[in-house]
C-alpha cells in the first residue's frame, strides 16, 4: 500500500507562516488528486486544499489568499504552504492520496497558532 508522512507542523504566533510537507512511499503506480485536511477538536473534518496530478487547485474559503498547495510528482510529495496564520488555524492536518480509486491518509502533524 501507498504510506504518507506529514512533517513541518509546530507552534507559530498569529501572522507567522508555516510549509508543511507529505511525502508519499510504497506501493506508487500513479497517484492522482493530493489534498490537504484538518481538524480542530469538537469539530468535523475539513478539506483545506487540493491538487490534482493536473496541478488543478481548489482551497476552502478560509484559507483562499492565504494558503499555497503544490506538489512534485518525481518525488510523489505535496506542500501547503501556510501564511498569515490565525489562532482558528489551529488543527491536525492530515495529507491524502487517491491511487486507482484508493485513498491513503497520513498520521497527521500538529499546527498550533498562538494569538
Known amino acids: 500500500q501507498v504510506q504518507l508522512v506529514e512533517s513541518g507542523g509546530g507552534l507559530v504566533q498569529a501572522g507567522g507562516s508555516l510549509r508543511l510537507s507529505c511525502a508519499a512511499s510504497?506501493?506508487?503506480?500513479?497517484?492522482?488528486?493530493m489534498a490537504w485536511y484538518r481538524q480542530a477538536p469538537g469539530k468535523q473534518r475539513e478539506l483545506v486544499a487540493r491538487i490534482t496530478k493536473g496541478g488543478f487547485r481548489n482551497y476552502a474559503d478560509s484559507v483562499k489568499g492565504r494558503f499555497t498547495v503544490s506538489r512534485d510528482n518525481a518525488k510523489n510529495t505535496v506542500y501547503l504552504q501556510m501564511n498569515s496564520l490565525k489562532p482558528d488555524d489551529t488543527a491536525v492536518y492530515y495529507c491524502?492520496?487517491?491511487?486507482?480509486?484508493?485513498?491513503?491518509w497520513g498520521q497527521g502533524t500538529q499546527v498550533t497558532v498562538s494569538s
Open positions: 510504497g506501493s506508487i503506480f500513479s497517484i492522482n488528486a
Open positions: 491524502n492520496a487517491d491511487q486507482f480509486s484508493d485513498n491513503f
